[in-house]
């Protein structure tokens, strides 16, 4: 099964962009494209803002942005906010089966 | 309007069973390419996927947890019953149930938490 790698923590000033990467580990990350992100608030559900690499449910802000090249997906977060403080998590759905990567905490500076 | 809501026992002791309940409205676990899903989240710690279910009865479960779970779906009662065989210590967590469409989580319920002791 595929895992997936992300950096712990990320952070920057309002108004400035961060971006969390996350890296697959085998071929099956670079073949699809159905990488999801999702933002947690502490004691809360968590809630996606990204799927299929880019696309975004609406309500969700155009601040957030999604990449993928290879075996790395990204997120990026423009115009920061103080509500954008959060938990993100990327996943991947590949032959019918679903999985997480370990989350980055994101902190508005 | 999607909601899900989870419900079952808030302690376990070990090596129970837990059996776990999403109850949901504003959709319909017959309508093609819909799917319900498992995960749990450790306290403090990341999500992770348990178990899914489809419209057609397909099951899935994680590779690491699939000899302990069982989903199971009640199309007419709007219910996906989720069991965890041989609870322990590490299994203790929140426990959410979520829609799933277009390879994604796109509603969830609150979660459930279940703590694991004897």
């Known amino acids: 099964q595929s895992a997936l790698t992300q950096p712990p923590s990320a952070s920057g000033s309002p108004g400035q962009s961060v971006t969390i990467s996350c890296t697959g580990t085998?071929?099956?990350?670079?073949?699809?494209?159905?990488v999801s992100w999702y933002q947690q608030y502490p004691g809360k559900a968590p809630k996606v803002i990204l799927f299929?690499?880019?696309k975004r449910p609406s309500g969700v802000p155009d601040r957030f942005s999604g990449f993928k090249s290879g075996n790395t997906a990204s997120l990026t977060v423009s115009g920061l906010q103080a509500e954008d403080e959060a938990d993100y998590y990327c996943?991947?759905?590949?032959?019918?089966?679903?999985?997480f990567g370990p989350g980055t905490k994101v902190t508005v500076l | 309007q999607i909601t899900l809501e989870e419900s079952g026992p808030t302690l376990v002791k070990p090596t129970q069973t837990l059996t776990l309940t999403c109850n949901f409205s504003?959709?319909?676990?017959?309508?093609?390419?819909?799917?319900v899903g498992w995960i749990r989240q450790p306290p403090g710690k990341a999500l992770e996927w348990l178990a899914l279910?489809?419209?057609?009865?397909?099951?899935r479960y994680s590779p690491s947890l699939k000899s302990r779970l069982t989903i199971t779906k009640d199309t007419s009662r709007n219910q996906v019953v989720l069991t965890m065989a041989n609870m322990g210590p590490l299994d203790t967590g929140t426990y959410f149930c979520?829609?799933?469409?277009?390879?994604?989580?796109?509603?969830w319920g609150q979660g459930a938490l279940v703590t694991v002791s004897s």
């Open positions: 979520a829609h799933f469409i277009y390879r994604h989580f796109d509603s």
């Open positions: 504003g959709f319909s676990l017959s309508s093609s390419g819909v799917a």
């Open positions: 279910i489809y419209w057609d009865n397909d099951q």
């Open positions: 085998n071929s099956d990350f670079a073949r699809f494209n159905y």
């Open positions: 299929e690499v880019n």
């Open positions: 996943s991947l759905y590949v032959r019918s089966n679903y999985v």
